[in-house]
């Protein structure tokens, strides 16, 4: 198994085997909240105009997302798993648009597999990629609104790669470094009621999860992510 550790939108486009897009804030955490509290299924899409075009056709589904990690004007709601807790979404299906993650899925078409990645998850994707066992597997780390690399992001990534290669990782090292460097923007005061403080707490909670979600072709909405408990 040949692992590699890719960035940004063109990490994405240049993927290959099974691909992992990784965005730890917030977009592929808020997924794996969003299934558990009951949501049959999340179509991932690069534009704010594509999702108000779903909706149109399809009154019933829920816009979620972001841009300059605020939420978008229209929607139901924006990119915080914590903002989002209260709500029973029981069988309903996202529309979901961000800044990095969901571009990264949208390019991934050279990969065979894509998965989403974020630390909440983490031990679930390394045991799907183990049972999988394919010959190369792509890391992919969307990074601040896929300008730049982030540390969670990368820290996600490495921490993936040491686990199939059963090297140890420092997680709480970890912690503390994106503590006092990308995720200090939800320590600010400033920013509290659109990336409140317990969007880190709830993005930083290793493996609270036991599934991945994995992007598939679907007849009517083309590309959608869905659960896949293990």
């Known amino acids: 198994m040949q692992i590699q550790i890719l960035h940004l939108v063109e990490g994405?486009?240049?993927?290959r085997g099974l691909a992992v897009?990784?965005?730890v804030f917030r977009a592929f955490s808020l997924a794996c909240y969003l299934f558990d509290r009951g949501v049959e299924m999340i179509i991932p899409v690069a534009e704010k105009e594509k999702a108000f075009e779903l909706k149109n056709s399809h009154p019933a589904l829920i816009l979620i997302g972001e841009r300059e990690n605020r939420k978008i004007q229209g929607f139901d709601f924006g990119n915080s798993p914590y903002q989002t807790c209260g709500f029973d979404f029981r069988g309903k299906t996202i529309v979901?648009?961000?800044s990095a993650g969901t571009q990264g899925i949208v390019n991934a078409g050279n990969a065979e597999t894509v998965i989403t990645g974020s630390f909440v998850n983490a031990d679930a994707i390394i045991r799907f990629i183990r049972t999988k066992n394919p010959d190369f597997v792509s890391l992919v780390c969307m990074g601040y609104a896929a300008t730049h690399p982030t540390e969670e992001d990368t820290f996600c990534a490495e921490?993936?790669?040491?686990g199939l290669l059963g090297i140890p990782f420092d997680y709480q090292n970890a912690l503390e470094i994106i503590r006092n460097t990308s995720g200090k923007r939800f320590f600010d005061p400033a920013n509290q009621e659109f990336s409140p403080i317990e969007d880190f707490l709830y993005c930083l909670n290793l493996n609270y999860f036991n599934f991945i979600l994995k992007?598939?072709?679907d007849k009517e909405f083309g590309m959608v992510l869905r659960k896949i408990q293990l």
């Open 12 to 15: 994405a486009k240049h993927s």
């Open 21 to 23: 897009i990784i965005d």
């Open 96 to 98: 979901h648009t961000t």
């Open 159 to 162: 921490y993936i790669r040491n």
């Open 215 to 217: 992007a598939e072709r």
